[in-house]
């Protein structure tokens, strides 16, 4: 089975930026999709941002499109999220999962396999 641990979260300003990773371990980690969601406290999980197998397509929600960035380095076992001008409404807990496909994948009950997550707090 696959494993993912998060790190890079932590305590902003509103305007800054973070690089979140994930480094998964225990299988072929170039034959997963993976994808990035988020949750705040009370709220349910959200979908942010998914990536093929091969690299080759990406998918955003509307709330982070043109703000963050998400890549992978296969050779690295790693998923990145890049977040760019960052805002108190995208403070949550954010996570990292894997599913078996070829392709991008945004429904989170396809995703296999989740990370513990990393806390993100953004001040105004």
């Known amino acids: 089975q696959v494993q993912l641990v998060e790190s890079g979260g932590g305590l902003v300003q509103a305007g800054g930026s973070l690089r979140l990773s994930c480094v998964a371990s225990g299988r072929t980690f170039s034959s997963y999709a993976m994808g990035w969601f988020r949750q705040a406290p009370g709220k349910e999980r959200e979908f942010v941002a998914a990536?093929?197998?091969?690299?080759?397509?990406?998918q955003y929600a509307d709330s982070v499109k043109g703000r963050f960035t998400i890549s992978r380095d296969n050779a690295k076992n790693t998923v990145y999220l890049q977040m760019n001008s960052l805002k108190p409404d995208d403070t949550a807990v954010y996570s990292c999962a894997a599913a078996r496909s070829t392709i991008v994948v945004v429904n989170p009950f396809i995703y296999d396999y989740w990370g513990q997550g990393t806390q993100v707090t953004v001040s105004s």
């Open positions: 990536i093929s197998w091969t690299g080759g397509a990406t």
